[in-house]
């Protein structure tokens, strides 16, 4: 077991978001502050099934990168964001960077779509197959920013972006780069929801709102006037160790150099909610407490690093010199990072 | 990752486990791969009268049993959840107590027999409760995190997906988190099985061959696909007290030319090799077996062979997909157990299907050839340009 405190550590440089509420970082921000709810569009259901609201994101172009003609929305979304990421650290990419990026369903729209046609009609399309691979937007983005190191993708539940971050800091740490893209991006569809829904994850009422989108951090070695991410090595929940139990002992890991004064959860109306605030309560009782994705909806992966932005937000602005951000996915996959 | 790693530091494998068409466990690979033996055969597992490749290789079915008697609950559990089980149960059998302190597993595909399942069964109105059932077990993690369950581990599970560089990203990922002091044990496993959609995709591209696998032949027409899953127990050197192999050192290397085709010169295979042997301290010279990605298709090993030319002209090479089919995100891994059978067996395991060749390179032709290689790289290039290579070598206590 490790469980060891957070030691892997990261500056954050920059930052760059394609959300339900807009892409700039102090407009979006203001409307999560104050709760606000985008415009929800519904998915419509499939076979008889029941339609999926959710709250949808304008799908920005390729950006004039005629590989990506083709895309799925995922990957426009990644690369906006990462563009957003650079831009705001004013950081061209080198020789020294690695991408790494996180997702946690993938291009879903083509597969959907792909596996449709196998099933109606026996074969499927050569154009959306190779798209449906976990590490297609990866592979525009290193060839948009002429990345030709490291490039991986992480795959899991909500926690498959604190994976991300965990694997930047080791490639940093290592020497092995000196900067590293990190970015989170989804794309929703109808068949997410029907899983979630089977899964006892969606559907009732005050449950989890949808969305899609990406988030994009340019992260570095810690030091530095820049946000401090300190990312807990994670746990996995189980038989033995309830999500509760797990997330006390990673909350007890984040608050050891201190108490955070904010934390930034990852509820959004799922029923994992009730064992996350439970294991605040727990540990961090009356310590204020942000939940992002009541007003983003809940992106998986790409919510994971809105936390960490929001949190980011928040240390820059001075209310608050440490937000703990716990990490909670449908797989009992746990995570937590400090921002500082 | 630092050359300036202590000895103490080296990563090494000190149990493996691995299951693949050529056999569930040690005895029955290392007969097969002394064999020769073509593991590729007409597809069970869904029918294939629509697609132009018919064939794949596919895991025994013993493996149902197998699962099942390490763990009852495996009966339900997906068909790569089942090789995950049997391969760590494997690799633990030389190593009890082991206990990660995280997991880094390489996959293309999870479960995705069971996405298969429930996207049929919600077009075919199945009910709530049977649909739960294969969303459960469908994401890519979840083959791994039921194995866990079952031991009874809480590490963080990691998971890496990087097309059919996955197994191998996996296990260089894990042995440098070993060397650069992150973890002190890692548990590496790559894994896929074989399934409906993505064998309709291979064959949408015109990838798969209706024919015998042939890598690196003139004729060569395509791949086989595979499956199978290897895992591997990661240790420092200071903390093992024997070990199967050590983890020299490993590159990574996106050639950024196109989604599904490898640059045609063989730059990105050539960048991971170079950065192999330079993290390992290698000099091209001392590799002594080389196992190609290879899988038989015009480009990949056209690409792969001029590649190998310019970094390794000398060192044998046998790609064994011939034998095995291509197991995508699993490959790597098998591939890397089969490196080490090589190591510690004294033989090269052959690139059978071969009839001539215009690849320039000292193929290991359709029989294992006798030789003690020391040091060994095993190359895996997947969709979107992603290459590795690993570089693995005899371990001898000092």
Not at chain 1, 112 to 141: C, M, Q, W
Not at chain 2, 92 to 108: H, K, N, Q, S, W
Not at chain 2, 172 to 178: E, F, K, Q
Not at chain 2, 300 to 318: G, L, T
Request: glycine share 12%.
């Amino acid at each position: 077991m490790i469980t060891k405190p957070p030691t892997a550590g990261l500056s954050l440089l920059g930052s760059g978001w394609i959300t339900a509420h807009g892409s700039g970082l102090e407009s979006v921000w203001e409307k999560v502050r104050a709760g606000g709810r985008p415009e929800p569009g519904i998915l419509p259901g499939l076979y008889g099934r029941a339609d999926a609201p959710y709250f949808p994101v304008p799908v920005p172009g390729d950006g004039g990168f005629a590989r990506m003609r083709r895309s799925s929305a995922i990957s426009c979304f990644a690369l906006a964001a990462a563009t957003a990421a650079l831009e705001d650290a004013g950081f061209t990419p080198t020789g020294r960077t690695a991408l790494i990026l996180a997702s946690t369903n993938g291009a879903v729209i083509y597969t959907r779509k792909f596996f449709t046609d196998v099933v109606d009609r026996g074969t499927g399309s050569p154009i959306f197959f190779p798209e449906t691979v976990y590490n297609a937007p990866a592979s525009h983005l290193a060839a948009r920013f002429g990345i030709d190191t490291t490039a991986l993708t992480f795959v899991g539940d909500a926690s498959a972006g604190t994976d991300a971050l965990a694997a930047a800091a080791e490639l940093i740490g290592s020497g092995a780069a000196d900067h590293c893209l990190v970015v989170a991006a989804e794309e929703a569809d109808w068949l997410v929801y029907e899983a979630a829904r089977s899964w006892g994850c969606a559907g009732g009422q005050g449950g989890p709102v949808f969305s899609e989108g990406a988030v994009a951090l340019l992260v570095g070695a810690p030091g530095g006037n820049a946000p401090q991410l300190s990312i807990h090595p994670g746990l996995t929940a189980g038989r033995s160790l309830p999500v509760r139990e797990g997330l006390v002992r990673i909350l007890r890991d984040l608050a050891t150099g201190g108490p955070p004064d904010l934390l930034m959860l990852s509820a959004s109306g799922s029923r994992i909610d009730r064992a996350e605030a439970a294991a605040a309560e727990f540990v961090l009782p009356g310590i204020p407490r942000m939940a992002p994705k009541r007003s983003l909806g809940e992106a998986f992966a790409v919510s994971t690093l809105a936390q960490v932005v929001c949190a980011a937000l928040v240390a820059r602005d001075g209310s608050s010199k440490c937000v703990a951000v716990p990490v909670a996915g449908w797989s009992g996959q746990l995570g937590g990072i400090t921002v500082k | 990752m630092s050359r300036e790693t202590t000895v103490q530091r080296v990563p090494v494998i000190t149990g493996m486990g691995c299951v693949s068409p050529l056999g569930c466990d040690t005895a029955a690979t290392l007969q097969a791969l002394r064999n020769g033996t073509d593991g590729v055969s007409g597809v069970r597992l869904f029918p294939v009268d629509a697609f132009q490749a018919r064939t794949a290789g596919q895991v025994p079915d013993a493996i149902h049993g197998l699962a099942a008697a390490i763990c009852p609950e495996a009966v339900a559990w997906s068909r790569a959840a089942k090789f995950v089980l049997v391969a760590v149960t494997e690799a633990l059998a030389a190593r009890p107590g082991f206990c990660p302190d995280v997991i880094i597993a390489g996959t293309t595909s999870g479960g995705m027999d069971f996405g298969e399942r429930f996207f049929r069964g919600i077009r075919d109105g199945m009910a709530g409760g049977e649909a739960r059932r294969w969303v459960l077990g469908y994401p890519p993690q979840q083959p791994v995190l039921d194995v866990i369950g079952h031991l009874g581990w809480h590490a963080p599970v990691r998971v890496i997906s990087n097309a059919c560089a996955s197994g191998t990203n996996a296990l260089a990922w894990a042995s440098g988190l070993v060397r650069s002091g992150s973890a002190e044990r890692v548990l590496a496993v790559g894994f896929d099985a074989l399934c409906e959609l993505v064998f309709a995709g291979f064959d949408s591209l015109r990838a798969s061959t209706p024919e015998l696998c042939r890598p690196f032949d003139t004729g060569r027409s395509g791949l086989s696909l595979g499956e199978g899953a290897a895992a591997f127990l990661i240790e420092s050197a200071g903390s093992a007290s024997a070990a199967l192999a050590a983890v020299a050192g490993s590159g990574f290397a996106n050639d950024n030319h196109h989604l599904t085709q490898p640059e045609p010169g063989g730059t990105g295979p050539r960048l991971s090799m170079q950065r192999a042997l330079a993290d390992a301290g290698w000099a091209a010279e001392e590799v002594g077996y080389i196992n190609a990605h290879g899988t038989g298709t015009p480009f990949n090993d056209a690409s792969e062979a001029a590649a190998i030319r310019a970094v390794c002209p000398s060192a044998p090479v046998s790609s064994t997909k011939g034998m095995t089919g291509h197991a995508l995100g699993a490959a790597g891994a098998i591939e890397a157990a089969y490196c080490i059978h090589a190591i510690r067996e004294g033989f090269l395991p052959p690139n059978i299907h071969l009839r001539t060749s215009d690849s320039g390179l000292d193929i290991v032709a359709n029989s294992p050839r006798p030789a003690p290689p020391r040091r060994v790289l095993s190359n895996s290039f997947g969709f979107g340009g992603a290459n590795a290579t690993i570089a693995l070598e005899a371990w001898e206590p000092s």
